[in-house]
């Protein structure tokens, strides 16, 4: 798989976005792991 500046920028994002919107209420099994 090839890694870009602009995906890693894009998983940052998605990264920010989670937390903004609160996974861990939608998704507790992921983080209680």
Partial sequence: ???NSR???GLN???T???KN???S???PLCSG
């Fill in 13 to 15: 994002d998605l990264k």
């Fill in 26 to 28: 939608i998704f507790p």
């Fill in 17 to 19: 976005i989670l937390k």
């Fill in 7 to 9: 995906n890693i920028e």
């Fill in 1 to 3: 798989m090839l890694v």
């Fill in 22 to 24: 609160d996974i861990v």
